[in-house]
């Protein structure tokens, strides 16, 4: 047989296979309006698992019996995806419980952040609400976190990503341990500059204090001075702050200009970060569930069941809405080892059709879902 006749008997074969789709789909439709009448839940993974195993056993060749699984188990996904959109049509689903405001009300807000005068979490505060707001410091993230939710503070500030050493561990996590929500987002460029006391030079340095991911990011400067002891320390600030108490010529700190300038310490060597650009994403966060109308940036975390093909299948809820993913992270989920919660910031608000109805899907399919904010 001629490839050309092959070829028309596969496009033959393709068209059945397209018609018989769109029939399965109406069909699908029509189970999306039962589920509505009578309450149901779109999911059945009973019925789903048991119609997967059928599937599987109409053909003797192991090999086509895989397939086979794989396909259905891609339509079933695509008519559960139907029947979301169809739900979030009708108002059934798809409506998270935020509440849009045209702005963040910031008149006379307390804000909280991490470290002491001059650290950048400080920078970031000012850089966002303004030099004259009531900015303060406590000693942890978690400080933070646990402000906010007692109410003793509006608006917290906190690092979540670098351009250069990745993200902010601690941090991640605890977006999970408390109910407060990502309201904004501010980028600050960090200077990361070499500083010690006044009559110091670089080469009396022996030792040298940061903050842990601001040692990280200037690995490459560090590793110029390999007999420079390092010490992490809650924040470039403290560092910056230790040196000056300290008194002691032979000691540096890492941190940004303001820090030196906070502390009268000499600035003994700048551009010091990796690759030179060097940025740090902080999230402004609340405990009350709003967004901006005008926002355009989602982020959720869920936990899936640790099988095959099922982080693929959540995440196919991105595609099927025309949604752009920007990030995805993952974090050990506490007493449960080896098992991963994931982060996703995706583009989009709370009030797109898309956005509705994509949560609706991960909601269903997945286990504890949350919206960390729309920003």
């Given amino acids: 047989m001629e490839l050309s006749d092959i070829r028309k008997k596969i496009d033959s074969i393709d068209g059945e296979i397209v018609s018989l789709y769109e029939k399965r789909m109406r069909l699908c439709e029509a189970v ?26 109409l053909t003797e ?84 976190m646990r402000a906010i939710g007692e109410g003793r503070g509006d608006y917290g500030v906190l690092p979540i990503e670098n351009s250069s050493s990745g993200i902010v561990n601690a941090n991640y996590d605890l977006l999970t341990e408390y109910e407060n929500y990502i309201v904004a987002e501010q980028v600050l460029e960090i200077d990361n500059c070499l500083m010690g006391l006044p009559g110091a030079e670089l080469k009396d ?58 502390y009268g310490l000499k600035i003994l060597e700048t551009g010091i970060s990796v690759g030179g650009n060097n940025f740090t994403r902080f999230i402004v966060v609340g405990n009350q569930r709003i967004f901006l109308r005008n926002a355009k940036k989602i982020s959720i975390c869920f936990e899936i069941e640790h099988r095959s093909g099922s982080l693929y299948e959540i995440l196919s809820h991105f595609i099927f809405n025309d949604l752009n993913m920007t990030k995805i992270e993952s974090r050990p989920i506490p007493d449960r080892p080896f098992e991963y ?27 504890n879902l949350r919206i960390l904010g729309n920003y």
């Fill in 61 to 144: 060749d192991e090999r086509i019996s895989k397939d086979v699984t794989e396909l259905f188990r891609q339509i079933m996904a695509m008519s559960r995806r139907r029947q979301y959109s169809i739900m979030t049509e009708r108002g059934i689903k798809g409506k998270p419980p935020f509440m849009a405001v045209d702005s963040l009300d910031t008149a006379g807000a307390r804000i909280i952040f991490q470290g002491i005068t001059g650290a950048y979490s400080e920078a970031a505060a000012i850089a966002f609400f303004g030099n004259k707001a009531d900015i303060s410091p406590v000693a942890t993230f978690r400080d933070v």
């Fill in 205 to 262: 340095i022996k030792k040298v204090y940061s903050h842990p991911q601001a040692l990280m990011q200037c690995t490459r400067f560090l590793d110029k001075h390999p007999s420079w002891e390092q010490e992490g320390l809650g924040n470039t600030a403290m560092a910056a702050k230790k040196v000056r108490d300290d008194g002691d010529v032979f000691k540096a700190a890492i941190g940004g200009r303001r820090a030196a300038e906070v």
């Fill in 341 to 367: 919660r994931f982060f996703v910031d995706f583009e989009g608000n709370l009030v797109d059709s898309g956005v509705r109805n994509a949560l609706s899907g991960i909601r269903e399919e997945s286990r």
């Fill in 32 to 57: 999306a309006e039962y589920k509505i009448e009578n309450g149901r839940n779109v999911l059945d993974p009973e019925r789903e698992q048991n119609k997967l195993l059928s599937l599987g056993e």
